[in-house]
């Protein structure tokens, strides 16, 4: 991108938009470790801020990449374009409902949940990142969180969402209306000759691919959902409308500790059979200073599980719990109101923060396999699997996830810097990830593909798939230049 491109850009009126060095190197990173160096950086005002970006870009075949916090783990937010930011200006709250809320991309999550709580509402979709990380940031990853389990991703709460597209035309999709874009990709999802839903996991939750699968559902036509884990790559979202719930009245949560972690895994599916809201395991790395009878070098595995409800009947169905648990696992603690449910969540919101501890200089807890998915059925074995893989290495690793997902967060740690490290953490993936092809998993439950995993959608789809994928692209994108080198190579 040149001066003179700068300085067409700020002839169409735009006025924030950066080119210096400085801020280049700010928006060069991200939580990752990958690193790409943008060309300019703008803070989009409204809809026509967004729709100028794209109007040159598309002529100039320059690419664009949207960015809220920053918190992707596998690159999503890096691109060599223009990147847009909208937590500056494009961060407000439009409208509350009774049971929506609408709001720009860029508002951030922690923000709208202050709100929504005067009201005694919630979004139940709960990321560790809540602190910062913006709504359009978690509709473009589908992220989850802790209660994930019982409320499902954010891809179960998006009512709708308005859009730009690459060529600057204005889009929206939601059960009622959707554009003429959005109407081609449903006729040619209707006209492929496959059943597209045998090619999608058995599992709870998914941020890997295009979510054609969730398109279709209990009889009900939401395109929006198209646009959600697309991570940019599709449409620029410029507000969504977003389910909201009561919250409860009845909270409980439950403290276990188990002697390792392959017995905390074994115990998941009795755990699943009284029916929590969320089901969370720290292991190795995870734990810092929590609770006196869990330790960080994994000798001991903590789980945290929630019930909620709206009458006392609540309390007897975690006595239930407790009881049935009690020959499985100690029981550490046990919470019932809000002041002590938030301090456990809170050390669990600390966990990736403390697994990173564990990284010395360029020695650090590598992502890549670090969000698979896989049956809770399975969950035993696969995790047999993986320390077995770990153990041929030598390699050290954190562990903690969403257990009752089947959703484990491991990193090995290796350094990052190394040649040697790349390849193994190659291999490792192409073990891993085959092994989540033949299982009917997922390569990714809430974090994404990114720059580091898109290449590995083959492996989890198939090739069929994967060619269906990149129709769909081309019908949203068709020169290609939104957030290049995620979801399709
Ligand atoms: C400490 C830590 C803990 C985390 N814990 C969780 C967790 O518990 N659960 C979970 O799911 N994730 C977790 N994450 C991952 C990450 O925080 C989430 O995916 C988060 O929702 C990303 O939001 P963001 O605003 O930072 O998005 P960014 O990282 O800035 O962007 C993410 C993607 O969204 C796209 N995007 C942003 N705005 C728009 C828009 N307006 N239109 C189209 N595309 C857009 C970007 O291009 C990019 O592809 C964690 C990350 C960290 C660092």
């Known amino acids: 991108m040149t001066d003179q491109h700068i300085s067409e850009l700020r002839k169409t009126g735009l006025s924030e938009i950066f080119d210096d060095d400085w801020t280049r190197t700010i928006y060069s990173v991200d939580a990752s470790h990958c690193t790409i160096k943008p060309l300019a950086v703008n803070f989009p005002s409204d809809e026509y801020d967004v729709q ?27 691109s060599d374009g223009i990147i847009l930011d909208f937590t500056k200006k494009m961060n407000r709250i439009l409208e509350i409902g009774n049971d929506y809320v609408i709001v720009q991309p860029g508002v951030v999550k922690a923000i ?36 994930g ?7 179960n709460h998006v009512q709708g969402v308005k859009l730009v597209y690459s060529n600057g035309m204005i889009g929206f999709a939601d059960q009622k209306k959707y554009d003429e874009k959005v109407s081609k990709m449903l006729k040619f999802i209707v006209s492929i000759d496959t059943d597209v839903k045998k090619y999608y996991p058995n599992v709870s939750k998914n941020s890997s691919g ?13 395109p929006q959902k198209i646009f959600v884990a697309s991570e940019g790559s599709l449409g620029i979202i410029t507000s969504s409308r977003i389910s909201i719930l009561d919250i409860p009245e009845k909270k409980s949560l439950v403290i276990l500790k188990f002697e390792n972690i392959l017995n905390a895994v074994l115990a998941v599916p009795t755990i699943l059979e009284h029916k929590p809201v969320a089901m969370e395991l720290l292991d190795r790395g995870a734990i810092l200073g929590g609770w006196k009878d869990g330790d960080s ?18 309390y007897d169905q975690v006595d239930k719990f407790e009881e049935k648990l009690q020959e499985k696992a100690k029981i550490l603690e046990s919470g019932h109101d809000q002041n002590s449910i938030d301090r456990a969540w809170n050390e669990r919101k600390n966990s990736l923060n403390n697994a990173i501890k564990k990284g010395i ?4 807890p590598a992502g890549i396999i670090e969000d698979t998915v896989v049956h809770p059925d399975i969950l035993y074995d696969y995790t047999i699997l993986l320390l077995k893989i770990l153990d041929t290495y030598k390699l050290d690793y954190v562990v903690y996830g969403h257990a009752g997902n089947g959703n484990l967060h491991l990193r090995p740690i ?17 073990k891993v990830f085959s092994y989540i092809g033949k299982v009917h998993g997922s390569i990714s439950g809430e974090h994404g593909d990114g720059l580091l995993r898109t290449k590995y959608i083959p492996m989890m789809y198939g090739s069929t798939m994967y060619d269906i994928f990149k129709q769909i692209k081309l019908i949203f994108d068709d020169k290609k230049i939104f957030n290049p080198g995620k979801k399709i190579i």
């Open 361 to 364: 200089g360029s020695r650090k």
């Open 297 to 314: 070098n994994g000798n001991s595995s903590i789980m945290l599980v929630e019930f909620h409800g709206n009458d006392n009947s609540l």
């Open 414 to 430: 290796v350094d990052i810097n190394s040649d040697y490290s790349k390849s193994l953490m190659s291999s490792i993936a192409y």
């Open 149 to 155: 389990l019982g409320y499902g991703s954010i891809i």
């Open 210 to 222: 295009y979510r054609l699968d969730a398109i279709f559902e209990n009889n009900h036509i939401n």
């Open 52 to 78: 100028k970006i794209c109007n040159y870009a598309y002529a100039h075949g320059i690419s664009v990449t949207c960015r809220g916090a920053g918190t992707g783990l596998l690159g999503q937010s890096l």
């Open 112 to 147: 709208l949940d202050k709100e929504l709580a005067k009201r005694g509402k919630f979004i139940p979709t709960d990321p560790a990142s809540s602190n910062y990380c913006t709504v359009g940031g978690m509709l473009s990853n589908n992220s989850s969180g802790p209660h």
